[in-house]
């Protein structure tokens, strides 16, 4: 209601009262002084329908104040009161004041349900968002820790709890230093949160310890999470980094174990060539074992280099399968053949039993000559001066198998590196100063037999007594 | 210089080393002694008492550190040559105080050792 409404309104009351108390005290002042009876009359008559019409109009009001009060009792908006007000000259103001008010109340009534319906809105979207960052957290095989500016935990995944070894459910909103008992995880959640930088990100290794003893090492990436200018928390990403550091210090045991294993024959090689060249060796026969030792340390050296490049080749799938039907007994021999001149050396028996050369097996010739001369070589190897190796190989018709093995009296290898011997790099302590190796060749053997062909390693030795090594393939028809 | 009174003991696991090393030390006219692990070096550089010792540093039993500590231990002063594989590299405190004084490193050139060998003598004489 404008104000000039207000005073108007205000100003008509007041005149009219006053114009009313004038009357009434004209009236009275008539009955009073009247010379006549009839005037005194009239006077009284006048007051009384003074008294009426004050009445009449207190009782219309009050009658549409009623209304009113059941009117808004009934209705939700207001914009219906204003037209039950009866229509007289005095309450157009009143009623045209009561409708404006209701008109504003209505109004804002309508932008209050809106904006509650707004808010309904985003807090549907809110809650959907929460739960679809929860459950891509949930998902993350990574371990993911998300703590509020008061250091307590409000969210973290299945594989945080099996890492940290705390419970889901019971760690929701606790502090961190209860949840986690690793010190130096809750310290760099605090570290960070400290920080105070802006979306800033930290980058940390780590290693965690389990109570079942042994640890995991991760790659921490740890974030600050920021509302505007207030830190909101910390998220802390641990990916599990274990198996990858291991493979790399495996590879570089293995290149300096390849640089070593390649520079041993070469020294002999250049040292021989040197000692020639300057006629050390003064007579013929040492001239003839310089030549020999020569030719065997580049042989040596050869199949080093084919060793590794063959690995390498075949891990990687470079390799072309070629599978024909093959003779073991003719793969056997000429591997036989070949590692004769090593085991001469070492003044090493060499005994056959195989079978008739028609047994034959589906398998890349390359590739199963390779693994032989591997069985082989090690035989050689990791058997003393004066020992024997037994190539065996025998056919099962009934079961369409054929099994070889190459059983030496070798040095043997502990029980507890036995189930190990086959896996890349792996050289059994005890044997380490025994012979030099990669730590490769068996692992070729089991790739090529088991992989390629679908066959079966096997694997047998006592320390002291001697190794058989063996495997099994399918016969073909 | 008269190599002749000269006695040498080379140990090494590898036999390739031990034939060339030896066979070009005598035919300089030294008396050459081999050791095949570093027991048996221990063993005849206290029989023998070599004017020098030339030894593997990766060989069984003892390797060639531990053989020169235990001579040392042993009153033995020989002045030892280190034959070690590349890129190995002894603390300083370990090479001075056990009587190594040179090092050499695989791949060798027998030439080389020769030279170094005479030195070596030629110093621990003048001393």
Redesign the interface.
């Known amino acids: 209601m404008q104000r000039s409404q207000t005073f108007y309104i205000f100003t008509l009351l007041l005149a009219g009262g006053g114009a009313l108390l004038c009357a009434l005290d004209a009236a009275g002042g008539l009955i009073e002084h009247a010379p006549w009876p009839m005037l005194r009359l009239v006077g009284a008559l006048s007051l009384a329908c003074g008294a009426i019409a004050g009445v009449a109009t207190l009782e219309s009001l009050r009658h549409a104040c009623r209304n009113i009060i059941d009117r808004t009792r009934k209705s939700n908006t207001f914009t219906a009161i204003g037209e039950q007000l009866p229509k007289s000259f005095a309450f157009p103001w009143l009623s045209g004041a009561i409708r404006e008010i209701s008109d504003a109340a209505d109004r804002a009534v309508a932008e209050a349900k809106l904006r509650a319906k707004e808010l309904e809105i985003q807090l549907k979207v809110a809650t959907a968002e929460r739960q679809h960052a929860e459950a891509i957290i949930y998902s993350i095989s990574d371990a993911v820790l998300v703590t509020d500016p008061f250091d307590e935990l409000v969210l973290a995944n299945e594989s945080a709890a099996k890492t940290f070894e705390f419970d889901l459910v019971k760690a929701a909103h606790s502090p961190v230093d209860q949840v986690l008992h690793d010190p130096r995880m809750i310290d760099l959640i605090r570290e960070m949160r400290q920080s105070h930088s802006r979306n800033g990100r930290r980058i940390v290794e780590h290693e965690v310890s389990s109570g079942a003893g042994g640890g995991r090492t991760f790659k921490i990436t740890l974030s600050s999470v920021t509302d505007g200018d207030a830190p909101a928390g910390v998220v802390a990403v641990l990916h599990d980094v274990t198996r990858e550091k291991e493979v790399s210090e495996m590879k570089n045991d293995f290149v300096s174990m390849v640089r070593?294993e390649l520079?041993?024959p070469?020294?002999?090689i250049?040292?021989?060539i040197?000692?020639l060249i300057?006629g050390?060796?003064?007579d013929g026969k040492?001239q003839r074992e310089f030549y020999e030792?020569i030719q065997n340390?580049s042989n040596r050296l050869g199949r080093l280099i084919d060793n590794i490049l063959n690995i390498s080749r075949i891990e990687s799938g470079l390799v072309r399968v070629v599978k024909q039907p093959q003779s073991v007994a003719v793969i056997l021999k000429e591997a036989i053949e070949v590692i004769s001149p090593q085991a001469t050396q070492k003044q090493i028996k060499l005994e056959e039993n195989l079978p008739p050369v028609f047994y034959q097996t589906l398998a890349d010739r390359d590739m199963l000559y390779q693994a032989v001369l591997n069985l082989l070589s090690n035989a050689v190897k990791y058997t003393p001066n004066g020992g024997t190796i037994t190539v065996q190989s025998s056919v099962d018709e009934s079961q369409k198998k054929i099994l070889t093995r190459i059983i030496d009296t070798g040095v043997g290898i502990p029980p507890k590196d036995l189930p190990f011997v086959f896996d890349k790099f792996y050289r059994a302590q005890a044997n380490n100063?025994v012979a030099s190796g990669t730590g490769l060749g068996l692992s070729l053997v089991k790739h090529i037999i088991e992989t390629v062909h679908h066959g079966r390693v096997l694997v047998e030795s006592h320390v002291g007594k001697g190794s058989s090594f063996g495997f099994e393939l399918d016969l073909c028809e | 210089m008269n190599a002749g009174e000269k006695t040498i003991l080379v140990a090494d696991?590898?036999s390739?080393?031990l034939s060339?090393v030896s066979?070009?030390l005598r035919?300089a006219g030294f008396r050459v002694v081999t050791a095949h692990d570093g027991q048996e070096a221990f063993d005849l550089a206290l029989s023998e008492r070599p004017d020098l010792l030339i030894t593997d540093f990766h060989m069984?039993l003892l390797s060639g550190l531990e053989l020169c500590q235990r001579l040392r231990q042993q009153n033995n002063h020989v002045p030892a040559i280190m034959l070690t594989?590349?890129g190995y590299n002894l603390e300083p405190s370990d090479t001075m105080q056990n009587g190594i004084v040179c090092m050499i490193s695989?791949?060798?050139?027998?030439?080389h050792l020769l030279e170094t060998v005479q030195e070596v003598l030629e110093r621990s004489a003048a001393a």
Do not use: G, W
């Open positions: 070593h520079r041993t070469l020294a002999s250049r040292a021989y040197e000692m300057d050390e060796a003064q040492t030792v340390e100063r | 696991d590898e390739h080393i060339v066979l070009k035919n069984p594989a590349r695989k791949p060798f050139s027998p030439r």
